[in-house]
């Protein structure tokens, strides 16, 4: 069974482009999570999301960030405009969705802002 | 809400050595408890988790941790660490119940020298 999957690994951009990360949750997952690691920081929830639903997304920036999970094919989580305070890596997390909840986290995507 | 407080950022100790990593938490509400291990340029590891039942969790690579309520604290313990268990170990909480995002601390550096 394969584990939480993203892609690219590594993303470098030019201020002003667009970032996209995609992330495939586990086989039979359908919860997933994003998380945004600051250079010496700890993991910082950005947004939870089902099937088609965003559920919370009570830390994602206001403006320039969106996420989604379609119906078919990976989560997606859209930076439009980066600057280079959006540089960090941005980890992807899956669950079963049941009551005991223990999340199953990808390698990470680490993007640097030019 | 509910926070995580990891009160070492820095934990260096000799090869052999037994190990402590201390965690504190906040919650009003009931909560979940994991440490997970994050090794250089990688995703998050699960070591192990407090759901419920007894106190004390055993995790992977000889790791465990005791969760106590009354201290608000679930700390992490090796008895004898090797040069591989060198890593950021992270503790993190989330509401039980139900599929909840999860609150991280800011990370123990662990370095295990020789």
């Known amino acids: 069974n394969a584990g939480v999957m993203q892609n690219p690994r590594h993303l470098v951009r030019r201020r002003g482009q667009e970032a996209r990360l995609r992330c495939s949750p586990m086989?039979?997952?359908?919860?997933v999570y994003w998380y945004r690691q600051l250079p010496e920081e700890g993991l910082k929830f950005m947004v939870y999301?089902?099937?088609?639903?965003?559920?919370?997304e009570s830390g994602m920036p206001k403006e320039r960030f969106s996420a989604e999970f379609p119906k078919e094919g990976p989560s997606i989580l859209r930076i439009q405009q980066v600057v280079r305070g959006d540089s960090a890596a941005y980890f992807c997390?899956?669950?079963?969705?049941?009551?005991?909840?223990?999340?199953?986290f990808g390698p990470g995507t680490r993007l640097l802002v030019l | 809400a509910q926070s995580v407080t990891q009160l070492d950022s820095q934990v260096p100790v000799f090869e052999e050595a037994p190990v402590e990593l201390r965690c504190n938490y906040s919650?009003?509400?009931?909560?979940?408890l994991f440490w997970y291990v994050q090794y250089p340029n990688q995703g998050l590891q699960l070591l192990l988790k407090?759901?419920?039942?007894?106190?004390l969790v055993k995790g992977i690579n000889g790791f465990e941790a005791e969760f106590n309520k009354s201290q608000t604290s679930f700390h992490l313990r090796k008895p004898s660490v090797h040069i591989s268990d060198t890593a950021e170990y992270f503790c993190?909480?989330?509401?039980?119940?139900?599929?909840?995002?999860?609150?991280f601390g800011s990370g123990t550096q662990l370095t295990v020298l020789p």
């Open positions: 997390a899956s669950s079963p969705g049941t009551s005991q909840e223990t999340q199953y």
């Open positions: 086989k039979g997952h359908s919860h």
């Open positions: 999301l089902q099937k088609e639903n965003i559920i919370d």
């Open positions: 919650s009003s509400v009931s909560v979940y």
């Open positions: 407090y759901l419920s039942g007894s106190t």
């Open positions: 993190a909480v989330t509401l039980s119940g139900s599929a909840r995002q999860l609150t």
